[in-house]
């Protein structure tokens, strides 16, 4: 039997207990990847393994950044393409979310090589990534990422499946890059521009779209991406998201909680479509 002493510590464990529980609402943030403001937060306390790799391409060594899902069977490959801001700690923060969700998730940093000294984007400001972002040549990106894929199939733990995802410049890679690789399993664009109907012709991978109502820059070419991939009997699917601006999914704070309410439905069927086109 109880005595009043014992219950009362009963009593306390259980209030501390439930005051150490995630809320409903932060189990849902903790689903999504973590927002820009939260990104260095969520690497530190990741239980994840992740770790800084080199990659040898084109003669020149690239730096990218993996992380791998806590699963005993081989896992799926993600390759995530940076914004115009060059691999941050944001997108480091989007592969471990991908790794959580199940997948080998890497992220080249594009620029490795391209900044001062022969650095990469730790070497430039925002301003310095942009312009090093818009002097690269399509074909050198598309060598980077193939050998960055091609890496990562390689590891003992990956499967042959692979996919890409990126954002804003990385979306519209995204979208660009299923054109270059026939064996891609799927594409993920956020917020990312269409690609020329002559790329599209050549894409054989299902494509997801993901865009913010209020992005009318990005959004003015997704008609062309719904007539063309259409015509051609190629899987184009989209999803548009009142109120919410480019780059949702990193600033889920802003925009009156839009970008959060678009974020919250954006990431699960992210995960579905790459579990429909990679398993799980």
């Known amino acids: 039997m109880l005595t009043n002493v014992s219950r009362t510590s009963a009593s306390l464990m259980i209030i501390v207990l439930l005051m150490m529980a995630v809320s409903p609402m932060e ?59 060059g691999l941050t700690d944001w997108i480091r923060a989007v592969t471990d979310q991908l790794a959580a969700d199940g997948y080998i998730a890497i992220a080249p940093d594009l620029l490795s090589g391209k900044g001062p000294r022969g650095g990469g984007t730790e070497s ?6 942009v ?95 719904e007539t063309e991939m259409a015509g051609l009997g190629k899987s184009y699917q989209k999803e548009i998201y009142a109120g919410a601006g480019h780059g949702f999914l990193r600033a889920q704070e802003a925009r009156e909680g839009a970008n959060l309410r678009a974020s919250e439905q954006a990431w699960p069927r992210t995960i579905a479509f790459l579990e429909s086109a990679l398993g799980d």
């Open 124 to 129: 430039v400001d925002r301003d310095g990534a």
């Open 27 to 85: 189990a849902q943030q903790q689903s999504l990847p973590a927002s820009d403001e939260e990104s260095r937060n969520r690497l530190n306390s990741s239980p994840r393994h992740g770790e800084w790799l080199k990659i040898e391409s084109g003669g020149e060594t690239i730096n990218a950044w993996i992380v791998f899902p806590e699963r005993s069977d081989p896992a799926p490959v993600v390759v995530v393409i940076h914004e115009i801001y």
């Open 131 to 225: 312009a090093l972002i818009r002097s690269l040549e399509w074909s050198e990106v598309v060598s980077r990422l193939n050998d960055t894929a091609g890496h990562a199939t390689a590891l003992g733990a990956a499967t042959n499946s692979i996919a890409v995802l990126g954002f804003c410049w990385g979306g519209s890679s995204s979208f660009a890059f299923a054109g270059e690789r026939p064996d891609l399993d799927a594409a993920v664009v956020f917020y990312g521009s269409t690609p020329t109907a002559l790329v599209m012709a050549q894409i054989q991978a299902p494509v997801l779209g993901l865009y913010g109502g209020d992005d009318a820059r990005v959004n003015k070419t997704i008609p062309s991406a």
